[in-house]
């Protein structure tokens, strides 16, 4: 039941960071004449932190301080992989598959998303530290 909740609150905390990244996505690109590779690497970007902090402290419940560097370096890291593994779907999704550039970003962050639940939860905010109190 605890990893149900997790996975819900994951699911809650990335969908919010996603709808950002979807509606920037939509926004620079239809109103702001962007190509939508560069619209949808500029939304990833912006949502960086908000997402790290959605995902840390509410989804995983990490309130590890003394782990804080180490935790946004491996977020970096895995978030940066994670993006252009995002792009490299929606490119594929879209240009090969044929598919409206805003369901090819859903279907790759829901994919990704995917991937990322267990090396977010097991590597970046390891359930040791979960409840420890703010230091």
Known sequence: MLLASTVMRYAIAGG???????????????????????????????????RFFLQKLFAFRNRSVHLFPRQIAAYAFLYVSATFATLSL??????VVGWWYIASQVMAILLIASISFFVYRYIVFPKSHADTPLQ
């Open 16 to 50: 919010t960071a996603s709808l950002v990244d979807v509606l920037l996505l939509f926004t620079l690109t239809e109103f702001g004449g962007i190509y939508y590779l560069f619209s949808a690497a500029l939304g990833t970007t912006i949502s960086f932190f908000a």
């Open 90 to 95: 929606l490119y594929f999704f879209t240009e």
